[in-house]
């Protein structure tokens, strides 16, 4: 299997993932299989570029960015890639660590992550997969 292939297939097994945690009320592991075919699919397109795909996870999200910002075919979904980096980017850590509060006390990833913000950027991320798929 070729390496953008083996992106391609991580994004949609996280995509089914994420519906599979949606389902069950797990609305963090929603957010976070979200982000994680996100970024698989940045994977994807930039190796069907010819690009070396970074191991950083900000470095690899700016690299989606710049790709579909830069390639002719895809400037057009350039702008709502970027808009779904920036969710995502804030969204990460709290997908998987608790957050200690000023006050002392701590939220779990559960509570900094609504059911509605999850589907929401699982039903973007689904969108933006379906086009991009045309063009790797």
């Known amino acids: 299997m070729k390496l ?15 519906e599979a945690t949606l389902a069950a009320d797990r609305h963090e ?7 994680h075919a996100f970024e698989s699919l940045g ?14 996870h900000a470095k690899k999200i700016n690299q989606f ?6 390639h002719t075919t895809t400037r057009g979904i350039g702008l709502t890639i ?5 969710e995502v980017f804030s969204l990460r850590n709290k ?3 608790p957050q200690e509060l000023v006050s002392g006390s701590s939220t779990t990833p559960s509570q900094h992550i609504t ?7 699982l039903r973007k991320v689904k969108g933006v997969t379906a086009k ?4 790797i």
């Open 29 to 35: 592991a929603t957010a976070f299989y979200s982000y």
């Open 132 to 135: 991009m798929k045309k063009q």
């Open 43 to 56: 994977g994807a397109f930039c190796i069907s570029l010819g690009q070396a795909y970074s191991t950083d």
């Open 95 to 97: 997908c998987l660590y």
């Open 115 to 121: 059911k509605k913000k999850a589907e929401k950027l």
């Open 65 to 70: 960015v710049a790709a579909t910002r830069t």
């Open 82 to 86: 970027a808009n779904i980096a920036i």
């Open 4 to 18: 953008k292939d083996a992106y391609i297939e991580v994004t949609e097994r996280s995509i089914d993932a994420a």
